[in-house]
């Protein structure tokens, strides 16, 4: 007998779950399962229902079990609707008439109701309870053998490694003979994979304040140093002042609770991560595993580092009865490329060559590996670092695993985490990363266990530093980029995997043909027709626009109905007034002019059009777009749709527009149907070997968050498209598209709730670390998680914002006038900054040597940029200044060094610096000149425990806009989840659907505001500026390590230009208006002196909070 497929499982088990927590009853007391309730359990939105937080564990485990069933289409109630009428016959033939068969099905449920086509619920004929119900039909999926397992080893003998294409040296690919030896005769077996088992379900974890304390102070006792015996001290000060919501009074125990994102708000420099340090120790000595998620390899290999050190320290202290270890888990990808970076910055002892100290021992033997490979291989060519053949031998058409991989560098670290008390790895990592070798996991041999996985199935706990930092990451994992073509040879991905489909039998290869073509023929055609200015993504009838360049026609992203509203407006005038929202039917109007596809009935195929012959003229115009036949047909639709539309668009400047308009929309709306049916047929090749479809695969079907939580709160997926390179359009032009899906903000929120019973049923406390978790208007920044523990910042006048209006100097044609930076046109930028550097030194000269009399230890100042080439023209412009004298470093990138060596004054004046040198910057410089990205967290730029700078200055504004993918993304699903009830509904499909409303209002927001900062709409101002604020927030920590206090210099005209109403104070303003009295409360209680620094600049007075 055949399994029932798991879509009609899923429905069945939703329907018994909506029977038992929404029943209905009939007229008859019996119960009932309403549609509308049971397509909640596919939103995967448990935030929504007020009753979630109130179910037990296992509740909410077998919940989340039919959750991960469920197909993304049937979150919407009418879908599920269809769907289950379907399933439970609506649609057969019930008469005298009918078959046997028909008679004869007994479903698990019946349609309610005399009109099965008219049923809005269903009756259970379960032969039982509703839940024993649904933990028999989800059994089967719940069964180790579902999971695939690793790969077979390879043994003695020749094995073909696969081809890959290597820049400089073409296509790689060869053969490996792998020797026999005494103890090697045969290919191990799975056996001598890593083992490793699911940690016990613990519901709350209780580390006390006590317990805390006394294991930092007996840590600290490895220092011999009085001034490196800071753990307790920090500690204590930190405990002090913490609050909880549980209590006003100090906190004593911090309840760490399963299923729960918790969050710990603390100003930076107070000591999180000392916390974080001595918490990964408790864990240790009460023999519990922890995985911390810190936001970088650096800090992974630093805390893991010290971590370590700990842990041998209380094993020889007989504080641990065994030793424990603390293990580093990194990406093996780029691993040898990282060790290479990182040796690089080692300056030896000439005394003692090879002697690498303290950074050879932390960094490099964590990263660098060798591989037995290279020695037995036959090959043209050489496989670069991190591309080496581990699972990728090939022969009889399989592809078998590297033998040599249990005792292989690479892979050491994840058989080493997995006996380990204590993992370490970072933001991407934990969010995207594979441990690729596969496991023993309880017994059994497994492959494809994610690093999420790995850490909230083997550890009892998982605590994330910078969880908003982590959320940014989150977010930009839900947009992926795939190049669909480019004047660059070879470097669009449908190109590349129209190549590699050849090597596929040619049954795959020939279901593949129709998708690859048409997604080639459509992109390609309107990549060219927009180089040729035949066709442009963006156009207006406005005197501005026309005097745009070309490539300002196609700047920023364009969405298939972004331009519907302008488009209908044109076709259909006087419709719609203006404000007003367009009715559907006007939107089924334009989607009926879209080409048939065959089989495929368009159900708004003649909306209201038919009784004009000009629409069907229309309609089969665009149909010889999309289907050429071997023709260039677009200057003649372009033509004939003239002739056509003429009597609805008199105007032939608003005619040309709407002509542009509907044909890039049916280019662009044929690219979102091909694409997504190329993705389901590569969806079949994501273990074929071929990396082209991976990477294909990959970016229009992401996996990150995308796996787990399908869903934002627009109920879609969106695809954007944009054309770049066309200033030198011959070598450089390219049509990218950016796919965005997912859930990210409810990732974070219920990292240790549903997506850790998703990921691997159990729930785990997750803890969240930040100074800026909790910022409403920041859209990419805020977790939608609740504060548990909090600690305001209550050091009067810790932060002062002043800013400072810098101006051309004599000589300068435009003497006398402020120093504008951001919105300043490109070519005359680098300019400004070389000015800007130059009149800035005498103010910074004197700020520094009022330090040097004042306190020695912090006479350094730190100047930040948007860019590493704007860091060189402001340092340019300092070793300009009349009587320049001091020691300036300058921050150049770490892969390319020498990338804009060009700009940079001699390093007798400023020394170039990399990232991973910034925190000796204290005995070298007085001026550190950085981008603000790369410096606003994480660094301890610090003399003994007390931070090395006090004053910062903001030399550019930081970029502001709104077209990036990713906050666009952001923004919109925020305003989803900001738009749910707190707490939950008891209708949280109604609730969905309001809140889903709220999101595609949102974007409506996004895609009608102009994208210039000055113009854009009150509302993305105030986001966007909300987001510069956390990084100003963050950046200032830099300068309050060990509680000191910190000059924030807004130096940009930029912040202080009043002339559209868009200056910072302005902004500032507006935000804390929008501010109802508990968010100020909040606010208040969360940021203390450092929100009030602000407010104070904007003229704000803090204390009326």
């Known amino acids: 007998m055949s399994e029932i497929p798991a879509r009609h499982v899923f429905i069945y088990a939703a329907l018994a779950l909506a029977g038992h927590y929404f029943p209905r009853h009939d007229e008859d007391g019996q119960v009932l399962a309403p549609f509308h309730e049971a397509s909640f359990f596919a939103t995967r939105k448990p935030q929504a229902w007020e009753r979630w937080q109130d179910l037990s564990f296992e509740e909410r485990r077998r919940i989340a079990d039919v959750m991960s069933l469920a197909p993304a289409e049937l979150a919407d109630a009418k879908a599920f609707a269809v769907a289950a009428k379907a399933l439970l016959g609506a649609l057969d033939d019930v008469g005298d008439d009918a078959s046997e068969a028909n008679r004869a099905v007994v479903r698990p449920f019946v349609l309610a109701g005399r009109v099965p086509s008219r049923a809005d619920a269903a009756r259970p004929h379960v032969g039982g309870d509703l839940l024993d119900y649904v933990d028999r039909i989800t059994a089967r999926f719940r069964r180790p053998s579902t999971r695939p397992q690793p790969p077979d080893f390879a043994g003695p003998g020749v094995w073909q490694t696969r081809k890959v294409y290597v820049t400089g040296e073409g296509w790689v690919h060869g053969k490996l003979t792998i020797p026999t030896y005494p103890d090697f005769a045969a290919a191990p077996d799975h056996s001598v994979l890593p083992t490793v088992s699911t940690a016990s379900y613990t519901p709350e974890i209780g580390p006390t304040v006590k317990e805390l304390l006394d294991l930092s102070e007996l840590i600290q006792r490895r220092y011999e140093r009085e001034a490196d015996r800071y753990l307790y001290g920090t500690l204590s000060r930190l405990f002090n002042a913490l609050r909880c919501a549980e209590s006003d009074s100090a906190v004593e125990v911090l309840r760490l609770i399963a299923g729960q994102t918790q969050i710990l708000n603390a100003p930076t420099g107070t000591g999180k991560t000392v916390l974080v340090r001595v918490l990964a120790s408790w864990f240790a000595v009460q023999g519990l595993r922890i995985m911390l998620v810190v936001p970088d390899v650096k800090a992974t290999l630093s805390t893991a580092w010290e971590i370590s050190a700990d842990l041998e320290f209380l094993h020889r202290e007989g504080e641990l009865s065994h030793p424990a270890s603390c293990v580093p888990l990194m990406s093996p990808n780029r691993r040898q490329e990282r060790a290479r970076k990182h040796a690089a910055l080692i300056r030896e002892d000439p005394h003692a060559p090879g002697e690498w100290g303290k950074r050879g021992l932390r960094d490099i033997d964590n990263l660098a590996y060798s591989c037995a490979q290279p020695r037995f291989l036959d090959t043209a060519g050489t496989y670069p670092a991190g591309q080496e053949n581990c699972f990728s031998l090939e022969r009889d058409n399989g592809y078998f695993a590297c033998p040599w991989l249990p005792t292989c560098d690479k892979y050491a670290p994840v058989y080493a985490a997995c006996g380990a008390a204590v993992v370490v790895t970072n933001h991407h990592n934990f969010v995207d990363g594979n441990l690729q070798v596969g496991l023993v996991l309880d017994g059994r041999p497994t492959r494809g266990v994610s690093v999420r996985e790995f850490g909230l199935r083997t550890c009892h706990a998982v605590v994330i530093d910078e969880i908003d930092q982590f959320q940014h990451t989150v977010i930009d994992k839900c947009a992926t980029h795939v190049v669909l073509h480019s004047r660059r040879p070879w470097t669009s991905a449908p190109q590349k995997f129209d190549i590699d489909a050849k090597k596929l039998p040619i049954r795959v290869e020939t279901s593949l043909v129709n998708p690859v073509s048409h997604v080639r023929l459509m992109a390609e055609f309107l990549l060219l027709s927009i180089c040729q200015g035949a066709l442009h993504l963006t156009t207006a009838d406005d005197e501005q626009t026309m005097n745009r360049r070309s490539t300002q026609h196609n700047a920023g992203w364009r969405l298939a109905h972004s331009r519907d509203r302008e488009l209908i407006e044109l076709l259909f005038p006087g419709v719609v007034a203006e404000g007003e929202n367009i009715p559907s039917d006007l939107y089924a109007k334009l989607d009926s002019l879209l080409p048939a596809r065959y089989g495929v009935t368009n159900p708004f195929a003649g909306a209201d059009l038919e009784t004009d012959l000009a629409w069907d003229d229309v309609r089969q115009a665009l149909d010889a777009l999309a289907a050429p036949r071997g023709n260039d047909f677009l ?186 930076i951001s919105g300043t046109h490109p070519a005359g930028k680098s300019a400004a900054l070389v000015e800007l550097g130059t009149r800035l030194y005498e103010k910074i000269a004197q700020k520094i040597e009022k330090l040097r009399r004042k306190d020695p230890d912090r006479a350094r100042v730190i100047l930040t940029a948007n ?239």
């Open 867 to 1105: 860019s590493y080439e704007q860091c060189a023209y402001l340092a340019l412009g300092l070793t300009r200044a009349k009587g320049f004298n001091h020691r300036v470093c300058v921050a150049v990138p770490s892969d390319d060094p020498n990338r804009h060596a060009k700009y940079l004054p001699p390093a007798s004046l400023a020394q170039p610096v990399t990232p991973e040198q910034f925190e000796d910057f204290p005995a070298s410089g007085d001026i550190l000149i950085a981008p603000l990205a790369v410096i606003a967290r994480g660094l301890n730029i610090v003399v003994a425990t007390r931070s090395a700078v006090q004053s910062i200055y903001l030399c550019t504004r930081p970029p502001l806009t709104i077209d990036e993918p990713a906050w666009m993304y952001g923004s919109i699903n925020a305003a989803g989840i900001s738009a749910l009830p707190s707490g939950g509904s008891a209708d949280p499909v109604e609730a969905l659907r309001v809140a889903g409303e709220e999101a595609w209002q949102q974007l409506g927001l996004v895609l009608r505001s102009p994208t210039q900062f000055s113009a854009m709409t009150h509302t993305l101002q105030e986001q966007v500026i909300a987001g510069m604020l956390v990084d100003l927030i963050q950046l200032a920590g830099r300068a309050r390590r060990g509680g000191t206090d910190m000059n924030l210099h807004l130096v940009d005209y930029a912040f202080q230009d009043e002339t559209w109403s868009s200056d910072l104070m302005t902004i500032i303003k507006r935000i804390h208006s929008r501010w109802p009295p508990e968010v100020q409360q909040r606010m208040n209680d969360l940021y203390g002196e450092a929100l009030g620094a602000f407010l104070s600049y904007a003229g704000i007075d803090p204390n009326r909070i």
């Open 635 to 820: 200057d003649l639709v372009k033509l004939e749709l003239h002739d056509f539309l003429t009597d609805i668009v008199p105007d032939a400047r608003r005619r040309s527009r709407a002509i542009n308009l509907l044909v890039v929309r049916g280019y662009l709306k044929e690219l979102d149907a091909a694409l997504s049916m190329l993705r389901d047929h590569v969806q079949l090749l994501r273990h074929s070997g071929l990396s082209s479809a991976n990477s294909l695969l990959e970016a229009v079907h992401p996996r990150a968050v995308n796996s787990v939580l399908p869903l934002g709160m627009l109920g879609r997926a969106i695809t954007g498209y944009r054309v770049t390179g066309l200033d030198n359009r011959e070598r450089d032009a390219e049509l990218s598209a950016q796919n965005i899906s997912g859930d990210p903000h409810t990732y974070v929120s219920e990292l240790g709730g549903l997506v850790a019973l998703l990921t691997a049923r159990i729930e785990r406390p997750v803890v969240g670390l930040s100074a800026t978790a909790y910022f409403p208007q920041a859209v990419r920044e805020h977790v939608h998680a609740p504060v548990a523990w909090w600690m305001t910042d209550a050091q009067a006048r810790s932060i002062v914002a002043e800013s400072h209006k810098i101006t051309y100097g004599p000589g300068h044609a435009l003497m006398g006038e402020a120093i504008r």
